[in-house]
């Protein structure tokens, strides 16, 4: 028996991926989750039926996620990211040598739990010191916390379910108001390939800027999202991603990446028309 | 009922798109030859199963084939194209003012007429007076013309089947000798993120490096071919593609294009990580 793993992406169109393996599913009290064992991608989470990570690509998505935004901050030392239950996002900014504190907020304890069973490359950053993790709900948090931080990642899913909240003025606001002078705040922002998706994108795009001096959305290519194109909106106070570009730290540091360089640093911000359109 | 078109880009991983109706499936003396309409990406025409164009997002691979090499020789008056039936290429390429005369040679003269028939506005290309459309063997041509050319593109499909040969030291020697002193040849190489096609893209690198001084690899993004991202590779006489951008004659042109854009002809040359590890 051959099975296949197809996720719609639309009404009209999706991915299918043939699975060697189910190797859990179950029902969180936020949502399913399940780990599919793959010849092509290798292990898969899904959330909801739909594609969160996989081996293969994973690096894309949270290299660039992380990566950007910390080497515009001039010195980045306290970083907040909520969802990113994964940890994949946390592997990456705790390589970071000035980085001292990593807060991580995850709604769903599941998530994490899975990711250090199934996906111990993933996890790793669970167990360094810099990383807290706080199990509870992201919204609440930033409205709540006396912390302040130099940078707010998003690592969410889509805008329905748990994460609608991620995506809304009151939020974001939220967020702005405990970022230290220099902060910054990134969130993954969608496709601009599918319509509904794109439209995400343009909201993003115009409740940050009435919130940062500073909106620039940027790329990725992950081949299990739709499209295989991502977008990233990061909202900063003081500091461009381009002319501020920590070069010096960045050489130093010499992290041995999959995706991140520094001419993808730059790269990443420059938009074909039709995705420039969307934020015009 | 409910039609579901499903090509499969290894043996373990594809993509799936609903079907409104199937237009036109015949079987030319070269390949099968089917046009299908769908909700999500418009018609579609494959050849022997496999996605060749759609027409949501056709314009990012053919206004990525033909814009970086126009505009990184100086003032190119005689493009060839092989392959390209469709006639997308030929469309951009005769939108250069500087361009007198384009000669696409394709193998396939069903391909051409579909396209004419079913994509209008992709074959518009064809009833520019600069084109030039002879039915033949791209292969043999090179070999054979006395013809010379400022840019040759190579359009081709994967290579198996009928464009196998087009994937070899002899064929880019052939092209080679028909570039003028300034000349640029640029071939669709592929994508990184499936083995066995990244393993194209380091081999079509090596055989440009033993020919081809300036030799770069450069990238776009279109969802409906495998992974969503895609790879040219540019070899130059002369001219690099950075250095010797022709910003005076884009600027001029103003041409309105919905992917292409001075920022995107510097970006796409910026590899992540995994990618330049492929071309070292």
Redesign the interface.
């Known amino acids: 028996m051959e099975l296949w793993y ?1 996720e719609k992406h ?9 699975v060697k393996e189910t190797l859990k599913t179950t029902t969180t009290p936020y949502q399913q989750l399940s780990i599919i064992d ?4 290798g292990k898969l989470m899904l959330l909801d039926g739909l594609v969160m990570l996989s081996e ?2 994973e ?2 998505y949270h290299e660039m996620l992380a990566h950007p935004p910390l080497y515009t901050h001039p010195l980045p030392e306290k970083v907040l990211i909520i969802g990113g239950g994964d940890g994949g996002t946390l592997r990456e900014v705790v390589k970071h040598p000035c980085v001292k504190e990593v807060v991580l907020i995850e709604i769903d304890e599941e998530v994490i739990n899975a990711s250090k069973q199934f996906f111990p490359n993933i996890a790793s950053g669970f167990s360094s010191p810099k990383a807290k993790v706080i199990v509870g709900d992201g919204i609440q948090y930033v409205k709540e916390t006396k912390e302040t931080y130099d940078i707010i990642l998003i690592d969410s899913t889509d805008p329905v379910g748990p994460a609608e909240g991620l995506f809304s003025m009151d939020f974001y606001t939220s967020c702005y108001n405990l970022l230290n002078q220099e902060g910054i705040l990134t969130v993954q922002s969608e496709t601009p ?1 599918i319509k509904s998706y794109a439209k995400i994108i343009g909201e993003v795009n115009k409740l940050f800027r009435n919130i940062f001096p500073i909106v620039n959305l940027y790329l990725t ?1 992950i ?1 299990t999202y739709p ?3 991502w977008t990233f909106t990061m909202g900063s106070k003081v500091n461009h991603p381009i002319k501020n570009f920590q070069n010096n730290r960045f050489q130093a540091d010499n992290m041995h ?5 520094k ?2 640093h ?3 911000f ?5 995705i ?1 359109d969307l934020v015009k």
């Open positions: 197809t639309t009404l009209h169109s999706g991915i299918t991926i043939k793959t010849q092509e991608f293969k690509d690096f894309c390939f290519n081949p499209s295989g194109l990446l999959n995706y991140y360089n001419s993808i730059s790269a990443a420059c938009l074909p028309n039709f420039a």
